[in-house]
């Protein structure tokens, strides 16, 4: 309700205000059509600002029913009972009960723990399960083991703790008043409606100023010059305007919400049109957040799985005896578990026991084999050693399901080095073969080309135990390792990795050409980071490092010119040392960058660099980690399903379905409303002069007044509101995805152009076609043109009675004044006939109309129908009613103005004809807005 | 446990937490903050801020505030003048010269053919238009009354013993009777027939003759009597005219009569009032009327009131109506369609 176009509204309506309070000290009789004319315009404020509340509230609602999904509840022993109370109940020193699966309900220090491990990736963003213990590890907080963090969760295990912090003093809360302490700045559509609101204040005070001087000049009273200067300034004011473009966004903000972008504050609707950087967090964002199994290597052989979200196509071969070996081991070599009761969901979104490597090749397995629980139930586990950091391996003893086999098979698992010691020997096409120089070399060929894809490598090998040494009432010790431990058959390498989202590279390559540079920022490793931006694209395959460049010509890294190189990877640490004019030319001179390890703060200079290069920066995140960059981001985008509650009302924006591919949908949706709000705007300043010209002409050349304010409050809040939101509706003139977003300080909203060929030649056009049908109608009642000259203060003279007109036909002083109204009717009908050519010549800026299509959107059919039928009723309805000042008008006057608005359509269409013929020519510069 | 989380290292985060795994020395990564502030910071615990640390940092970045304002508005000022004029590029409002006069060319072209077209557009419009003829005359119709004289306004408020008070009626009238000088009437109009219309069949363009309506025809309120229209006796003259419209014919049969009567109050109040020309009414032969620019000599019938016998000392509202077939006298909104209203007040 105030900022922009509402202070022009307010500041409007306390002129009208001022006006009506001179005139009545003047005179107590005066109209009170200046105080209406206030009241409306106050009203719109009111009304707009009511229905943008309305709007917006509506978003945040839902926002709202987000955090309400899961009211969270803590198991707390208080007066030596458990109880399960609300999390937010908890106070320091309370003692709370975790297991598995639940989430942290607070900070809290642990006093004891069994297999605990907990994913942090709410506050760091990654996902890596991290245990924890009630031992003292490290003087950082964040990094020893004791302490457990509000909001993240714990992933199996149980633990006890004590709660240090609550609320907001938690380390996550912190992090949400980092984000809080961050300024939002005005939106970009919000600076441009400044803008515009100052090109039309400026035009409105100098006309107004420059009318003034005339009217001094021409000894009309101070006090009256100052009512009409006033008059003019309020004349200026679009009233309409406000309504028409909150209209406009909040049809987009529906349109982009039917598509799961919802924007929470209206302006930010456009904010995406506008991006010229996105920042865009990795996990959870580019990728699925879950590991996932990319690659095997077995039989000497590299094999690529399917990552996709569903995993529906695994093509690698699967014929290979070492195959059914290697599934066997992933098989029974875990302890992850599907949680019961969930039959009927998808095997990749059922939930599992387990940390992210285990839960990876158990729905790995589950999706190639099958019934995983009922191949380990064949193969019953006799023994196991679960995974430690020590071991870096995990090894489980099982009797076979073939009844005739009595052997013991053990399988392990570990870091690909660790387990290659263990082996002898190694399987190939399912034989057993000496593990000699040349098969440990393509080993290690195959580990480096899948380690350097930033995957997560595992090496997986077996042995059969004899059965005479290992009989089946054997009794396995995994403490004293009864058993061997070496001369392990190797079997295969697996990689995993957190893979992209399926539809992340075809939005990278659509943001591409649409000239938006995408940067990635991330907590993670750089060589993943690196490896996931090249899989999407962000780095594209041709493009070189300054790194790689080294590495290609063999020489220092040093001796590389930098410019050479198009892609940049920059950790945290780099990032630490750099000076904002480093960081600078880094973000100026690299088109394609990454930066890895990163903290939330670093993010947040990595945002302000990006926006001291004058960019319009976009920032996607999920965790909390993100929310101060999401907030200083002029649109901050958070995922909705995966995004932390931070991270949500942080952002100006949530994908609903976490899909990065509706941020294409956005920068669209923003376009489009973009170049749509300046056809609107275009066409609301365009009748402003036709509304003006009326009273400067009334005031210089003395003919009754041709229009009043109420028939302009009609046309300005009646008739033209439907087209003018129609046009919210026009579709793209050309590939908007195909042209480089605006620049911030050059493609204006409301440019120069715009705002001349809206004023002065359609304008100008259109108050020429009015004032002919206000002559008509005044010529063919009795009053020449020649006659109407400087007949104003005489006309205005309610004791005149007897005003000869020229035909010498006398005239009473009402008579005149329902002259004077059938004038406004015939007015307003000729502004709304020439209105109805200014709505389709607005309908394209480059194009005629008839490559855009007259019928394709119909909306402009109902605003044009809306026109018509109001101006009918205002007419004929309403005409009979003093107060409105409508008249019944004669039907012929309906058709004056047609000719003129045939007219004004033809010029258009030669404007964008040679706007068409000459691209880039004087006149491109100068008549395309 | 709390005092472990308040330690030394502890506030450090969200800051750059998570280099620690890294490196351990790290300090906070707050980029605005200079080495020194760092290391105070570190120092710094979590739940007590160091105030006075802050409060001096805000009022050093509120005085480098309050430098860059200054010169802020100088470069201001500076790129306001650089557009109104820039000497280097020889621009004024960001356009060359040539730029300005390919402007001023496309606007003289674009407007003069602007002008071209609403001139077109008046002609048509007046070739449509007749000028003797108005083309629609029910926004006159019915006619309107005035009286005479008339200054301003509808009260007429005099003093019969103070000849100031009535002197501008008198000289108003005289006026307003110069056209009807009956040397005048008879030398520019004819004598027609009364009691009919004064058709004058023939060519729209032609010329068409007046009735006559002689002063004298008003007899005592001519002024050539009583110079001074009873206004110096208390019985003020007051003319009463029908508006002109272009083909009005008052219905046949008995012409449109006078007849005035106190609007509210006594009846009684104005007592006798003559009327000249004793009928009351306006001839029929005065219709129709054919236009200003054929029917030059046209004088509009008259029909005068003497107020012979009004109340003096007390204002008397009066209301006179046209009466007559076909005249309405009585629109809500309009008090001057087949009506007039006006107070006399006479002081003696």
């Known amino acids: ?929 | 446990m709390r005092r472990q989380l308040r330690s030394r290292r502890a506030p450090a985060f969200p800051y750059g937490y998570r280099y620690r795994l890294d490196d351990q020395d790290e300090v906070n990564q707050n980029y605005l903050a200079d080495e020194e502030e760092e290391a105070e910071e570190e120092a710094r615990v979590m739940v007590v801020p160091d105030l006075e640390e802050e409060e001096e940092e805000k009022r050093e970045e509120e005085e480098s505030q309050a430098q860059e304002t200054g010169s802020a508005w100088w470069r201001k000022w500076q790129i306001v003048n650089e557009y109104l004029w820039d000497p280097e590029k020889r621009m004024s409002l960001a356009r060359t010269g040539q730029s300005w006069s390919l402007i001023l060319v496309i606007y003289f072209f674009f407007y003069a053919s602007l002008a071209a077209v609403i001139t077109l557009c008046m002609y048509t419009l007046f070739l449509t238009i007749s000028p003797y003829m108005p083309t629609f005359t029910e926004k006159v119709k019915p006619p309107g009354v005035m009286i005479r004289p008339f200054a301003h306004s509808l009260n007429f408020n005099f003093n019969v013993s103070e000849p100031d008070t009535w002197q501008h009626y008198v000289i108003s009238l005289n006026g307003f009777l110069q056209g009807y000088n009956d040397s005048l009437q008879e030398e520019m109009n004819v004598d027609c027939p009364p009691g009919q219309y004064f058709i004058q069949d023939g060519d729209e363009d032609e010329d068409k003759k007046a009735c006559q309506f002689k002063r004298s025809f008003l007899k005592n309120c001519s002024g050539l009597e009583d110079p001074t229209f009873g206004y110096s006796t208390g019985q003020p003259c007051i003319l009463l005219k029908m508006n002109r419209i272009v083909g009005f014919r008052p219905e046949p049969g008995d012409p449109v009569k006078v007849s005035c009567k106190v609007q509210r109050g006594d009846e009684n109040d104005i007592r006798s009032i003559n009327y000249y020309p004793e009928s009351a009414s306006f001839d029929l032969r005065y219709y129709p009327y054919y236009g200003k620019l054929t029917h030059v000599n046209y004088t509009s019938p008259l029909v005068a009131m003497h107020f012979t016998d009004v109340v003096k000392n007390q204002a008397v509202p009066v209301q006179c109506q046209l009466k007559g077939k076909g005249i309405i006298n009585d629109v809500i909104n309009d008090r001057f369609v087949g009506r007039v209203i006006f107070t006399l007040n006479i002081e003696t």
């Not at chain 1, 059965?467 to 061997?484: G, I, K, L, Q, R």
């Not at chain 1, 060929?757 to 043109?785: D, K, N």
Request: proline share 4%; glycine share 6%; with cysteine.
């Open chain 1, 1 to 929: 309700m105030v900022g922009g176009f509402s202070i022009l509204l307010w500041i409007g309506a306390v002129l009208c205000w001022i006006a009506y309070g001179i005139q009545y000290s003047n005179d107590k009789s005066s109209s009170l059509d200046s105080v209406y004319l206030g009241s409306v315009l106050a009203l719109v404020v009111v009304l707009t600002g009511v229905f943008a509340y309305y709007q917006e509230a509506k978003s945040t609602n839902i926002m709202a029913s987000f955090r309400q999904m899961i009211p969270q509840q803590a198991l707390v022993i208080r007066d030596s009972e458990k109880k399960t109370v609300p999390a937010d109940q908890l106070v320091v020193g309370d003692i709370v009960e975790i297991k598995a699966g639940d989430q942290i309900p607070a900070d809290i220090r642990l006093l004891s723990a069994q297999g605990c491990k907990v994913d942090n990736s709410s506050l760091t963003g990654e996902s890596e399960p991290q245990p924890r213990s009630c031992e003292f590890t490290h003087d950082n907080a964040l990094e020893t083991k004791n302490i457990s963090f509000f909001s993240t969760t714990c992933l199996e295990g149980t633990a006890t703790g004590m709660v240090i912090n609550t609320g907001d003093r938690t380390v996550i809360g912190q992090i949400a008043s980092l984000a809080s302490g961050v300024q939002n700045s005005k939106t970009p559509i919000g600076i441009e409606i400044e803008h515009f609101v100052h090109i039309v204040a400026g035009v409105a005070v100098s006309i107004g100023i420059l009318f003034f001087i005339i009217t001094v000049s021409m000894k009309y009273y101070v006090l009256d010059s100052i009512i009409f200067l006033i008059g003019i300034i309020v004349a200026n004011v679009p009233e309409g305007l406000l309504a028409t473009v909150t209209v406009a966004l909040s049809l987009t903000a529906k349109r982009m919400a039917k598509k799961n972008c919802l924007v929470k504050g209206l302006e930010a609707v456009e904010t995406l049109g506008s991006t010229s950087i996105i920042c865009s967090d990795k996990t959870g964002t580019l990728t699925q957040n879950r590991m996932t199994v990319a690659h095997l290597w077995f039989d000497n052989q590299v094999f690529v799985a399917d990552t996709s979200e569903d995993h529906s196509n695994q093509v690698f071969d699967q014929s290979s005896a070492t195959w059914a070996s290697l599934s066997k081991i992933i098989t029974l070599c875990n302890r992850a578990e599907f949680r019961p009761g969930q039959e009927s969901v998808p095997i990749m979104k059922k939930a599992v026991v387990g940390d992210a490597s285990e839960t990876a090749l158990l729905k790995f397995s589950e999706v190639i084999l099958g019934n995983v629980m009922e191949i380990r139930k064949r193969n019953r586990k006799v023994a196991e050693i679960p995974f430690n950091s020590t071991n870096k391996f995990q090894l489980s003893i099982h009797e076979t399901d073939d009844p005739s086999d009595k052997r013991f098979l053990v399988v392990m698992k570990g870091a690909p080095e660790r387990v290659l010691e263990k082996c002898s020997t190694i399987m190939v096409n399912g034989q057993e073969q000496p593990l000699d120089r040349s098969t440990a070399k393509a080993f290690h060929t195959a580990y480096m080309e899948l380690g350097g894809l930033g995957e997560r490598v595992l090496g997986f090998c077996h042995l059969y135990l004899p059965a005479d040494e290992f009989p089946a009432t054997y009794s396995f010790d995994v403490d004293t390792m009864n058993f061997p431990t070496s001369n392990f058959c190797f079997v295969g390498l697996l990689s995993m990795i957190d893979p992209p989202r399926s539809t992340v590279p075809d939005a990278v390559t659509k943001c591409r050409s649409a000239g938006i540079k995408i940067i990635m920022v991330t907590g993670d490793h750089p060589i993943t980071a690196k490896a996931i931006a090249k899989s999407v694209g962000i780095i594209s395959a041709n493009s070189e490092t300054v790194e790689d460049i080294a590495k290609r010509l063999n020489v220092a890294v040093a001796q590389v010119n930098k410019r050479d190189a198009t892609a940049a990877v920059v950790t945290g640490m780099e990032l630490k040392d750099m000076s904002p004019a480093q960081l600078d030319e880094i973000l100026a001179n690299h088109s394609e960058i990454v930066f890895a390890r990163t903290s939330p703060q670093q993010k947040l200079i990595i945002v302000e660099g990006c926006q001291r290069q004058d960019a319009i920066v976009a920032v996607t995140g999920d965790g909390v980690n993100d929310s101060p960059a999401l907030k200083k981001a002029d649109i901050g985008i958070a995922m909705g399903i995966t995004g932390s509650d931070a991270a949500k009302s942080a952002a100006d924006m949530v994908l609903l379905d976490d899909n990065f591919a509706s941020i294409v949908t956005g920068v669209e949706e923003g376009r489009l409303i973009f170049d749509n709000l300046k056809k609107t705007i275009a066409y609301t300043l365009t009748k402003n002069i036709a509304e003006l010209c009326p009273f400067l002409i009334y005031i210089i050349a003395g003919l009754p007044l041709p229009i009043g304010t109420i028939t302009i409050l009609f046309i300005d809040l009646g008739t033209d509101i439907i087209p003018s939101i129609a046009l919210a509706y026009e579709k793209a003139e050309s590939d908007i995805m195909n042209r480089k977003p605006r620049h911030k300080r050059k493609d204006r909203l409301v440019n120069e152009p715009l705002a001349v060929y809206s004023y002065l030649h359609i304008g100008l056009m259109q108050a020429l076609g009015a004032f002919v049908v206000y002559f008509t109608v005044y010529a063919q009642e009795g009053f020449r043109p020649s006659t109407l000259l400087n007949l104003r203060v005489e006309w205005e003279k309610g004791y005149v009675n007897d005003l000869e007109d020229s035909y010498g036909q006398e005239w009473t002083s009402y008579q005149r004044k329902y002259l004077e109204w059938t004038g406004y009717t015939a007015f307003f009908v000729g502004i709304m006939i020439q209105q109805i050519a200014d709505l389709i010549i607005r309908k394209t800026r480059r194009n005629s109309i008839f490559q855009q299509g007259l019928f394709r959107n119909k909306v402009i059919w109902v605003g044009i129908a809306s026109q018509v039928i109001i101006a009918l009723i205002l007419s004929y309805g309403l005409g009979s009613i003093v107060a409105l000042n409508f008249t019944m008008l004669r039907p012929q006057y309906w058709f004056v103005a047609v000719p003129h608005a045939v007219l004004i359509w033809v010029y258009d269409e030669m404007r964008k004809l040679a706007i068409r013929l000459y691209p880039g020519s004087w006149w491109d510069k100068n008549m395309y807005y």
